[in-house]
């Protein structure tokens, strides 16, 4: 099949207006991501898998109870072993969370936790480490409040950081930290 002399700039100038509005970062094109797209689409958990025992058993167990201890490891190992999407590796990104502060010098952290609620991690139990993501900037930056939500742009990377906080399924090496600022509500 042959494509006649005027098609194909034609062609060239609808290709490239439908990536004029893709912003790229380091020659890639940066994807606007959410938290659900680092749970791969079949993930669940049943009450089961995550306490090693039935519902009923759970609420019987009292507090102290080696039981209890037990049941606690299990959630942690089941937590920290949630699965990823390997996919996901090397694509730049843009996606919103909150900071649960790692290491840094002078008010400015350069390593943190990116994960998708306020409080995670730093409440027992952490989220599942597909959602966690071990974060590095830099340069370091200062975050004026940790209820405040930001968007982390930069490369992910599948990759397993534990940390007493918590196990991250996911690095990201931040190019760009801004403030989050939701898309206005359409009537």
């Not at 002399?5 to 062609?11: E, F, I, N, V």
């Not at 791969?40 to 019987?60: I, K, T």
């Amino acid at each position: 099949m042959r494509m006649s002399l005027w098609k194909a700039p034609l062609l060239t100038l609808l290709l490239l207006a439908n990536t004029a509005g893709a912003q790229t970062l380091n020659g890639k094109t940066v994807e606007e991501i959410t938290w659900d797209a680092l749970m791969p689409p079949d993930y669940s958990l049943s009450f089961e898998e995550l306490y090693g025992m039935s519902e009923d058993r759970v609420n019987s167990i009292q507090d102290g109870d080696a039981q209890a201890i037990s049941m606690l490891d299990q959630m942690h190992q089941v937590l920290a072993s949630a699965p990823v999407v390997s996919e996901l590796d090397g694509r730049m990104v843009k996606i919103p969370g909150f900071v649960v502060p790692l290491s840094g010098e002078d008010q400015r952290i350069d390593r943190f936790f990116l994960v998708p609620y306020f409080g995670a991690c730093i409440h027992t139990p952490p989220p599942p480490s597909n959602q966690i993501i071990d974060t590095h900037f830099e340069p370091g930056t200062q975050i004026e409040s940790l209820y405040d939500a930001v968007w982390i742009t930069g490369e992910l990377t599948v990759d397993t950081y534990q940390h007493e906080l918590g196990t991250a399924g996911y690095r990201l090496e931040a190019y760009r930290i801004e403030p989050y600022e939701p898309e206005p509500a359409v009537n």
